[in-house]
């Protein structure tokens, strides 16, 4: 019997000790690998930054094609640019322009309020105080303006950028990184054919009003809405939905509006 016991607790105690030893070495392994992990996530970005302004190269250094991009955040309460007051604040809080994580910074009650209603028909819930934003520059004025946006599709919060042209009107493409949108449906989002026929339409209407909007169906060629209109995606009318719903809310006035009639009246 003492025996018996013997062999039960030197299997518990060599069990425990197997469990440790994996615990230090998976440990370790996540420390170490972190820096390469934060890397990878980064040069994934603006990847995905570049390519929703259709200026990705393949088999071109990432870093070297983003070196054309300059990052800077925006007030989006003020439309106007942090300040350097601002983003001293935010590198303290841990949001450094180097790394900003602007998904991060909307969870975060200190930097960001709760919406509700009419104020979020893009259901993203909370929406942060300050949002990075991509320009480019060409022969010494503005080229093009990447947006970061996000909101709800039918399963799932997409996630993407919407590049304008540098009058902060016209689009000059849209690009989505994160979604778990059914494939073959909403998942259609990611379809390079797609995402071509929102090149060129325009944010708002004649009046001025915000127009721009994923319809059911196609456009309807040489109608007066076909400047601001894109075809919905076949069989994925919710997400279609969420997609206008997420883009005019990011280019309206609780998004990036302040900040673009700024740029349409000033320039950077």
Not at 161 to 187: K, V
Request: aromatic share 8%; hydrophobic share 40%.
């Amino acid at each position: 019997m003492s025996a018996n016991n013997d062999s039960i607790q030197r299997t518990i105690l060599v069990a425990v000790l197997l469990c440790l030893v994996c615990s230090i070495f998976v440990s370790g392994a996540a420390v170490s690998l972190k820096p390469l992990q934060v890397k990878n996530k980064l040069e994934d970005k603006k990847k995905n930054i570049l390519s929703a302004a259709g200026l990705l190269v393949e088999g071109k250094s990432i870093a070297e094609q983003f070196e054309q991009v300059t990052t800077r955040i925006v007030n989006l309460e003020t439309g106007v640019y942090a300040t350097d007051v601002e983003l001293s604040e935010l590198a303290a809080a841990g949001y450094p322009l180097a790394t900003f994580d602007q998904r991060r910074l909307a969870k975060d009650s200190g930097y960001s309020a709760k919406l509700s209603g009419k104020e979020d028909p893009a259901s993203i819930k909370r929406l942060e105080k300050f949002a990075a934003v991509f320009l480019i520059e060409e022969d010494g004025a503005l080229d093009k303006i990447i947006l970061p946006v996000h909101g709800y599709g039918l399963w799932s919060t997409l996630y993407g950028f919407i590049a304008l042209q540098g009058d902060a009107e016209t689009i000059a493409g849209l690009g989505f990184y994160s979604h778990t949108e059914t494939p073959g449906l909403g998942g259609e989002v990611d379809n390079p054919s797609w995402k071509a026929l929102w090149v060129g339409k325009k944010i708002h209407d004649a009046s001025g009003s915000i127009a721009i909007d994923v319809i059911k169906g196609h456009v309807i060629a040489g109608s007066k809405k076909e400047a601001n209109q894109v075809d919905g995606l076949s069989g994925a009318t919710l997400t279609s939905k969420g997609v206008s719903n997420l883009v005019r809310f990011w280019l309206g006035e609780k998004g990036f509006a302040g900040f673009l009639n700024g740029i349409k009246g000033q320039g950077v």
